[in-house]
């Protein structure tokens, strides 16, 4: 049949949108990406690294403090054992799913529309799960003994408890931090290769030269890098699954009020990947605004990882609902009363603002008007940011607050040292990115490159055929 | 491309099997009915459960095939919409279930007063209530699989592109119907089985073994067709990506599975526990090792070989395995309620489910032979016939 007698469907039209915009030529991504590493420093930067920094040693010198002073410093006391301590810790891992999520289980899926947003997400999980793994370590008080979690063999013939949760999180935690930045660096040769051969100074080109392995792009490389990369994404994605189910499992093995229930790990997994999609879209919005990337972290982009949000919003509302359905359904006077208490006691403030935040207001990206809104994303992402925080709070404090003792009962207020160190670790969080910004291509341009148009051999671009006429 | 059409009125053999063992099926369950109505009720329970549960998967990968604009599928989707338009007449199913409500569901023959736990969810375990959320299941379910086959065989005739839309937007409003339908249905007919039992991951197991199985059961009736002759379009490409789905939900199953089970062995409540203590009984516990094994560890290692997944013999004996231990899966939530001593196979097993699949295969073929196999006219055609994993 020829192309003359093929006509448009009726209706709209459903041709699919480009991954990346107005033409752009390979060259133009190689340039655009290399140069945000290769341009001088922006003043911009320097502003933003020194607000971050700052905050970043004070919440150093928040965690110096605990550690020479002890646990005292914080609000937590018998039955509020466990505080913002754990609450953060689980807040920064959950935002570490969502890096291996778009890079290992969007892969495997052939979303193509990942490599646009992989390498800053896989880049923000490395950073979230450091400034997890700070609170574990800092919160069992002797910080010097915090080794113990390992199991290291040594004189006295103690080993930690395998059957409990705590250690399986130990494993898990550094388990997905290994195979995270192994997944990490492995996508990154390619493109380290590009910023050596593009170098100017014998510093950049040595040390981006030591790090990209001596790759040189032919194709037996090309087919080893794509088996280890796929191996990683096979290696990586029950990863995603098991870390987040393991943090679940700390609180689901007990008896607790609140926090026995056996939904835990799907709606875990489930709240990680939410908040970790609102914290992409948090730091690569006004990235993409500084650095105009408009082309290449498209409104499509956007517009997925918005109903991403949704979804993920959407089952965590499911999880909720189930909760408070069987506390109830299951005729349990103690898990009633938690579930009530939460709701319509001390902490109703916490537990409404997570309900408003989480569930709510991302049912506003069911209009597309509002999944293409730069400024409604950017306030749903944020509300979404807190509204995690907020949900890991309601479930660790309300419920232990409140046990099965009235006699105990306790509100728990933190100190200051706590609220300095969470904000200090938005420092290190914020630092961290910045300084990989500055010195790492953000965007990942050899995949990038594999699914702009001009990467098919039967691409024409506009005004392609004319020249060839003439 | 050409049109292609089953042949259901020259179908054959496979019509008369069908009819032959729905007869047998239908008979055998009446003289069921006369000798054991029990028995009965749990079998019938035990087979409509079954094929609800793979009929309502096809319905969930017909919203996500909507639902994230996807292409791959767009060859065996009408395979699938054929499956998830059987609901309606499955749903008929549910009428002997409440016929025999008060042999299935202890709660509804208790009276208020006699057991304050009960009295305690009446709100939600009542007579009426309980019929109304059927309806309701019934009305959400059949609607949504009825309108969404309407509208892709719609734009065979006109290829509007408008009816594309129309399709996505039904299936992202009906992915949260569809999960509280099969939730609340799930928590209804089977966790309602043991109304002092509860587990808030009840939904999203029966969610996972129904999404698993039914996407092995397209792998079969996909295989079928093509021996047949139809939907040569469909390759290897096509079979590797429904494999990855197996393997996908293979783990998904025994991840959830192995979550409620520890949660609840860990913490080790009475009023938790009484679920696995049932079924970890006498020859009851030997059925749920068979089933831990038969639809995760050997089925698991199988499907993570690229060479079975790309060949239609060894991936459908993989995806026939799968739709047998759906059965033992269900098998083993509804019949130990029964059966509390162990393990007890019974004739009516098989006659309802006989009963039940063949009217329900017999419909499946009819349907088939009323519209194209392939949505000729779907814009994503194109980009489905070209597939490369």
Partial sequence: ?470 | MQPEVFDSKHAGIPYLILAATGVAGIVGCVIGAMMDGRQLAFSWLFAFIYFFTLCAGCLFWILVHHATDAAWSVLVRRVLENVASLIPVCFLGIIPVLIYAPFLFHWWNLAPGEDPLLDAKRGYLNHTFFIVRTLLYFFILSGVALVLKRLSTRQDGDGNTWNSVYMRKIAVAGIPLFALSLTFGAFDWLMGLDYHWFSTMWGVYIFAGAAGSSMSLLVLLVTGLRRKGYLSCVTMEHYHIMGKLMLAFCVFWAYIGFSQYMLIWYADMPEETSYFLRRNVASWNALSIFLVCGRFFIPFPLLLLQGLKKNPKHLCMVAGWIVFMQAVDMYIIVMPMLHQRGFRPHILDLCTLAAIGSVLGLLFLKGLGKYNLIPLRDPRLKESLELTN
């Fill in chain 1, 1 to 470: 049949m020829s192309a003359a007698t093929i006509e448009p469907p009726p209706g709209p039209n459903v041709e699919r949108v480009p991954l990346i915009l107005n033409e752009r030529r390979l060259s133009w991504v190689t340039d655009r990406i290399s140069g945000i590493v290769e341009d001088r420093t922006p003043f911009w930067w320097w502003v933003a690294f020194l607000v971050t920094s700052p905050i970043a040693l004070i919440g150093l010198f928040c965690i110096g403090y605990q550690i020479s002073t002890g646990v005292g410093v914080w609000g937590e006391n018998i039955p509020v054992g466990w505080a913002w301590d754990i609450t953060n810790f689980v807040f920064w891992i959950g935002i570490g799913h969502a890096g291996t999520l778009i890079s290992a289980i969007l892969f495997l899926t052939r979303q193509r529309w990942r490599t646009s947003i992989n390498r800053a997400s896989e880049a923000m999980t490395l950073f979230a799960v450091i400034c997890a793994g700070i609170f574990p370590g800092i919160h069992v008080g002797r910080f010097w003994m915090a080794w113990f979690l390992a199991p290291v063999p040594n004189q006295y013939g103690i080993w930690p408890n395998f059957r409990s949760p705590l250690l399986w999180d130990v494993f898990a935690v550094s388990t997905y931090f290994t195979v995270s930045v192994l997944f990490w660096y492995t996508g990154l040769v390619p493109d380290l290769a590009t910023l050596r051969d593009r170098a100017t100074s014998r510093v950049r080109k040595f040390f981006y030269g030591l790090f990209a392995l001596g790759w040189r792009g032919s194709n037996r490389q090309w087919r080893h890098y794509e088996m280890a990369y796929l191996l990683l994404a096979g290696l990586s994605t029950p990863l995603v699954l098991s870390v987040h189910s393991v943090v679940s499992f700390d609180f689901a093995t007990s008896v607790v009020p609140g926090w026995h229930t056996t939904i835990f790990p799907p709606y875990f997994v489930a709240g990680a990947i939410f908040g970790g999609f609102a914290m992409v879209l948090t730091i690569l919005l006004p990235a993409r605004a500084i650095y105009k990337l408009h082309d290449v972290i498209t409104p499509q982009h956007v517009d997925k990882m918005c109903k991403i949000i949704l979804l993920t919003g959407s089952i965590v509302g499911y999880a909720y609902s189930m909760e408070f359905f069987i506390a109830w359904y299951g005729g349990n006077a103690f898990e009633k009363a938690a579930f009530l208490n939460r709701a319509f006691g001390p902490y109703k403030l916490y537990y409404w603002t997570m309900i408003s935040c989480n569930v709510l207001s991302p049912q506003i990206f069911w209009f597309k008007y509002c999944r293409h809104n730069v400024f409604i994303v950017y306030f749903v992402c944020m509300c979404v940011n807190a509204g995690m925080w907020f949900e890991r709070f309601v479930i660790i404090v309300t419920s232990l607050a409140q046990d099965f003792l009235p006699s105990a009962w306790h509100v728990y207020h933190p100190t200051w040292v706590e609220i300095w160190t969470f904000v200090g670790t938005f420092g290190i969080f914020l630092s961290l990115f910045l300084i990989f910004m500055r010195y790492l291509p953000m965007i990942a341009m050899s995949e990038v490159k594999i699914v702009s148009p001009f990467a098919d051999p039967h691409h024409h671009p506009p005004g392609a055929q004319e020249e060839t006429h003439h």
